[in-house]
């Protein structure tokens, strides 16, 4: 998916705290082209990436409130995004396949996401490259941060125009 979505409108109709999360990425796109650094080269997509898996989430979470009354009841801690997904789609009652287009692109952020888990981003800030770990040369080369930014938006704006 290399598509930018321009669906800042359709963002600002259902704010979120998954929004000021997003507009984060759009300052580190800049970054990353006016302070491309080493320092910054790892760092900057492991963050976006970070960055777009909260703000999905915190969608999600506005989303699912608003198509299913029994949302609060959900541990979003404990219950996976392919769930609580299911549980959104199934309240509209729309098919929902997560093997593929937009939601096989979120699935694939998380799973890095998870992977990320273990390691503390600060620490990768400077580290020289000979000691990166593998997970974020992985991130940097497949998911620019223009890229990452750009599956965020459009499964925001997916969910936002179907609950609607």
């Given at each position: 998916m290399t598509q930018n979505f321009s669906s800042t409108a359709t963002l600002e109709r259902s704010p979120s705290s998954g929004y000021e999360i997003l507009k984060n990425i759009y300052w580190m796109k800049d970054a990353q082209v006016n302070l491309s650094t080493e320092q910054t080269r790892y760092y900057?997509?492991?963050?976006?990436?970070?960055?777009?898996?909260?703000?999905?989430?915190?969608?999600?979470?506005?989303?699912?409130?608003?198509?299913?009354?029994?949302?609060?009841?959900?541990?979003?801690?404990?219950?996976?995004?392919?769930?609580?997904?299911a549980r959104i789609y199934q309240n509209l009652h729309r098919p929902l396949d997560l093997n593929r287009g937009i939601w096989e692109d979120v699935l694939l952020l998380f799973s890095l996401r998870e992977e990320l888990s273990h390691f503390e981003l600060a620490s990768i800030y400077g580290m020289q490259e000979s000691v990166v770990p593998a997970i974020f040369k992985v991130i940097e080369q497949k998911y620019p941060i223009r890229l990452t930014h750009a599956i965020a938006e459009g499964a925001i704006e997916l969910l936002l125009n179907i609950s609607e």
């Open positions: 900057l997509p492991a963050k976006a990436l970070l960055s777009a898996c909260m703000a999905i989430d915190g969608y999600i979470n506005v989303v699912g409130s608003r198509v299913d009354p029994r949302w609060v009841t959900i541990n979003e801690e404990s219950t996976h995004i392919k769930e609580r997904l």
